[in-house]
């Protein structure tokens, strides 16, 4: 972005001077351009001063290169009448996408919404200056999902409570584990921790307290097993579910049923 000042004076400095106060800036800190000079009549008299133009290039804001470029990429996507609010702070901002039928931008599980906040936190540090952060959110999508995982946080620490056994959680992304490790942090009898490789890193929940199997002495201990297994067919539905060791969010909203939580956001 250029700002300029077009200076008309009978003295070329006095012009320069008057044109740096016009933009605010020093004379180091501009450019000047000389498009004419003074001419002088008869007698020495001046007959047209010079003029001048002062500028300065400055850089467009990180937030207004990001601005920039959601727009752009909304337009190329079809979406039309999107809004951007934007709360900014010192080094970050957070910009919430708002609209109609927006749902291709929040895509499955907010992989599309994340791909694009990483994408706009790209272009906007194309800028000189320190990093500046961008978190990108759409029809406040983030707090929605963040309830959801708060809640699923929540079921499977009873399941595993109850059951003694880990439940290893669907992959996530490092926000979306770091709520259910807060979560879980503040429960006791349970603990987390984060396994695998990104995109597959899944986070595993954990009893402090795991239950110790009845193994008895001689052939009474495998009476009992054997007396676990021929019953097992006969546990209700609802027992059987103590088994699993793995259960995706999705199955979670399915046991609550519907409407019970954000198991698709309608926009």
């Known amino acids: 972005m250029i700002r300029e000042a077009i200076i008309v004076d009978n003295d070329l400095d006095t012009a320069i001077e008057k044109g740096c106060a016009e933009l605010g800036i020093a004379r180091e800190d501009c450019n000047v351009e000389v498009l004419e000079r003074a001419k002088k009549g008869l007698f020495g008299k001046i007959k047209t001063g ?59 599980r907010g992989e599309t919404l994340d791909a694009l906040q990483y994408l706009t936190s790209l272009v906007c540090n194309r800028a000189k200056g320190d990093y500046y952060k961008i978190t990108l ?7 929605k999902r963040e309830e959801t995982l708060r809640e699923l946080a929540v079921k499977i620490s009873k399941q595993v409570l109850k059951t003694g056994r880990n439940s290893v959680l669907e992959p996530m ?30 986070v595993v929940i954990m009893s402090t307290n795991p239950k110790k199997s009845n ?44 409407g019970a939580l954000y198991s698709k956001i309608e926009l």
């Open 50 to 108: 010079a003029k001048v133009r002062v500028y300065v290039e400055e850089e467009e804001s990180k937030l207004m290169l990001a601005k920039v470029y959601l727009l752009d990429v909304l337009e190329q996507l079809g979406i039309q009448n999107a809004n951007l609010e934007v709360e900014e702070k010192e080094d970050f901002a957070i910009i919430n996408i708002e609209g109609d039928n927006l749902g291709t931008i929040i895509g499955r």
């Open 215 to 258: 193994q008895g002495r001689g052939g009474r201990g495998g009476r009992r097993r054997d007396d676990r297994r021929r019953n097992e067919s006969d546990k209700p539905a609802e027992q059987s579910e103590e088994k699993a060791e793995h259960i995706s969010d999705e199955e979670y909203l399915k046991m609550l049923g519907d």
């Open 173 to 202: 992304n490092p926000y979306e584990r770091r709520i259910i490790h807060a979560v879980i942090s503040e429960i006791e009898g349970v603990s987390s921790k984060s396994v695998g490789e990104d995109p597959n890193r899944k």
């Open 137 to 143: 959110d759409c029809c406040n999508y983030r707090s």
